[in-house]
């Protein structure tokens, strides 16, 4: 089988059409969460994921959107957004979120927003992925939440390997070994790319490939400004942090 795993899509819908764009139809698309929050198209966003992905989990801007839940630890900037999305969202799509996993646990894999028990923990070192690797079993572990493409490689003698991959690549797993793979950002990356970020997953053989993916980000600042969004989530999708 092979998968495409998306991540904190962030209402930003010419960088979702970029990435599903590169995505044929017979590949399973998963989803790990924060579809809504930052940009200004969230409904699109929404009906996006739910007519193309497979499998979705929970992100903390969508369960922030559909109780406030969190939203207190929400920077300003975040918060505003998140206040703005609840009075855009229709309904049905309000349901759908409602409706989700905060996990999806496969055969050989696990799907967390940010890291499993502590499903919105951020591993933004070695010791945070210490302890998501002691927290579950599963072999491999797929998240999102830090909008960094990046993995973690747990060796049977306990050694712990650190990569980012800004500029997209591949992963061969290597057998007896332990994996946390951020697949990065579709709508806000982080790591100083500002190209659209997700993760192929071909099970079979065993490889993980990060692609990072041009958009019109002009034209989702242009919307953030019409929606009258906080002026600095558009600027930062310009410098990629």
């Known amino acids: 089988m092979t998968y495409a795993i998306v991540s904190d899509i962030h209402s930003n819908l010419e960088a979702l059409d970029a990435v ?16 809504v929050g930052y940009g200004p198209d969230p409904n699109a966003c929404l009906a996006r994921v739910r007519a193309r992905a497979h499998e979705t989990v929970l992100g903390n801007h969508d369960v922030a959107a559909i109780d406030s839940y969190g939203l207190a630890y929400f920077n300003e900037a975040a918060r505003s957004a998140i206040e703005w999305t609840q009075g855009q969202l229709a309904a049905e799509h309000l349901d ?20 499993p028990v502590d499903y919105f923990t951020y591993i933004l070192d070695k010791a945070a992925a210490t302890r998501a690797f002691a927290a579950t079993d599963a072999p491999l572990i797929f998240v ?3 909008h960094i493409a990046d993995a973690y490689a747990l060796g049977p003698d306990g050694t712990l390997e650190h990569r980012f991959f800004q500029q997209g690549g591949t992963l061969d797993l290597i057998p007896e070994h332990r994996y946390i793979i951020n697949v990065g950002s579709v709508g806000q990356p982080r790591d100083l790319n500002p190209d659209a970020s997700f993760v192929r997953f071909d099970d079979a053989a065993r490889r993980v490939e990060w692609e990072r993916v041009p958009y019109a980000l002009e034209e989702t ?4 400004a019409e929606a009258r969004l906080p002026e600095a989530l558009g600027r930062r999708l310009g410098a990629g942090r």
């Not at 600042?221 to 953030?224: A, D, L, S, V």
């Open 20 to 35: 599903f764009a590169r995505i044929d139809a017979h590949v399973r698309i998963l989803c790990l969460g924060d579809i």
């Open 221 to 224: 600042q242009r919307k953030i």
């Open 96 to 115: 759908w979120l409602d409706g989700l996993s905060y996990e999806l646990r496969h055969p050989d894999f696990l799907l967390v927003h940010g890291a």
């Open 144 to 146: 999102g939440h830090t």
